[in-house]
């Protein structure tokens, strides 16, 4: 808050800034990572999941109270932009960051809604969150059978091995053992989706953006045109796979690949 008012008018207050929140950034990354690294040992584990919380609403106290720094950033115009970067020849740096900010300017708003926005973000984070403990922590899937009767064990890490295996036995009963838990919350699945939809979609509304499409794509600086003509080339292509599903029943010898 102390750089309030100053980042638009004063080049080395600026930089100065610049180089606070990527030491502040380095610090509270290090922070997380090592919370969800441990919460990760034992998803079930209390202690580090409050600290995985505790941690995320840190992260959105300071980007409310940095809600000001964009707006400001964006209130320089050209000239005294590419002037703040002749003075500070360090800034240069941080010119892409800059200039990605600039480029969002139709996408940023006032500084008071940049704080309600920021506000938000543990409130809009929680689909993914919930939808985290669900898969990660609270479900648990039967053995596997293989063709002698042997059973093996079914996890988010062993499925894929067991998928690879030259058993088709096993491989169909790890794929029923895996989906047939999500088939059973189908619904819990649903409407943790149908959250994460709408908070996708306030977002994108929000920052005024047509569609919550192009508000994805936008932070990798993708034209929606670009994924569009993507799909359409999949779909134009489709015949390959189909002649190649053919091919491979013919030489499995089997009517139907799942």
């Known amino acids: 808050a ?46 580090y999941q409050d600290m995985v919380s505790r941690l995320e609403m840190l992260f959105v106290g300071i980007s409310g109270a940095a809600a000001f720094v964009t707006p400001e950033i964006l209130s320089i115009d050209d000239d005294t932009m590419e002037r703040f970067f002749r003075e500070q020849p360090e800034m240069e740096l941080y010119r892409l960051c ?7 300017r139709a996408h940023i708003l006032s500084e008071a809604e940049e704080r309600i926005m920021a506000l938000t973000g543990e409130m809009t984070g929680s689909p993914d969150n919930i939808f985290s403990m669900f898969n990660d922590a609270d479900l648990k899937f039967p053995d596997a059978t293989d063709k002698d009767g042997n059973k093996h064990q079914v996890t988010h890490g062993s499925y894929i091995p067991l998928m690879h295996s030259n058993d088709r036995e096993l491989r169909k009963s790890a794929f029923e053992s895996l989906y047939g838990v999500y088939e059973n919350f189908r619904n819990t699945s649903a409407a943790v989706l149908a959250s ?53 029943k013919k030489l499995l010898g089997v009517d139907e690949l799942h």
Not at 13 to 40: C, F, G, H, P, W
Not at 98 to 104: E, G, L, N, P
Not at 207 to 212: G, L, P
């Open 196 to 248: 994460q939809v709408k908070c996708l979609t306030f977002r994108a509304r929000a920052r005024k953006y047509d569609s919550t499409l192009q508000a994805a794509l936008d932070g990798n600086e993708v034209p929606v045109e670009v994924y569009k003509q993507l799909i359409e080339a999949v779909h134009e292509n489709m015949h390959y796979m189909y002649k190649y599903v053919k091919l491979r």
């Open 2 to 47: 102390s750089y309030k008012g100053l980042l638009s008018t004063d080049s080395a207050k600026l930089l100065e800034y610049l180089r606070a929140d990527d030491d502040m950034t380095v610090l509270l990354e290090s922070l997380i990572n090592y919370a969800q690294r441990r919460n990760d040992e034992d998803t079930r584990d209390a202690k």
């Open 98 to 104: 800059i200039d990605r900010v600039r480029r969002k």
